[in-house]
């Protein structure tokens, strides 16, 4: 299990949910922690169940995608070594979240459904 946070830095940084094990959760802790969605072979769906799910998204080389297909989806995104960054580049980059563990594909899903206002800026 991992936590990820709006904001970086020691001090400014917020717990806004955790990803473990496929799933994505809103909140902290044992009782105030809701399922938003999940993520599995790159993929990122918001919502759960066999028919209560939308794929919404993709993760792949380091990069947070919104939208599916081919042609239907836009970088929003960048992982990359603990922290999370709005826009993708060299220079077009903003840090707006880190996160803990080594789940790199568990961490854009985070991003992409717990994150997405700031993913969008």
């Known amino acids: 299990m991992a936590k990820i946070y709006r904001g ?4 400014g940084k917020d717990a806004i949910g955790i990803f473990d094990d496929g799933k994505v959760y809103k909140g902290t802790g044992l009782l105030g922690k809701d399922l938003v969605g999940s ?11 066999l028919i ?3 794929h919404i998204g993709q993760f792949k080389d380091h990069k947070i995608y919104k939208g599916t297909g081919l042609f239907g989806k ?7 070594d603990g922290k999370i960054y709005s826009g993708t580049g060299l220079f077009g980059k903003d840090a707006i979240g ?6 790199e594909e568990g961490a854009a899903a985070a991003a992409l459904l717990l994150l997405a206002e700031e993913l969008e800026d």
């Not at 970086?8 to 001090?11: A, K, L, P, R, S």
């Not at 993520?39 to 169940?49: E, F, L, N, V, W």
């Not at 836009?74 to 990359?80: C, D, H, L, Q």
């Open 98 to 103: 880190s996160y803990e563990g080594d789940d």
């Open 8 to 11: 970086t830095g020691i001090f």
């Open 39 to 49: 993520y599995k072979d790159g993929k990122i769906y918001s919502g759960s169940g």
């Open 52 to 54: 209560g799910k939308d």
């Open 74 to 80: 836009e970088a929003v995104g960048t992982i990359k």
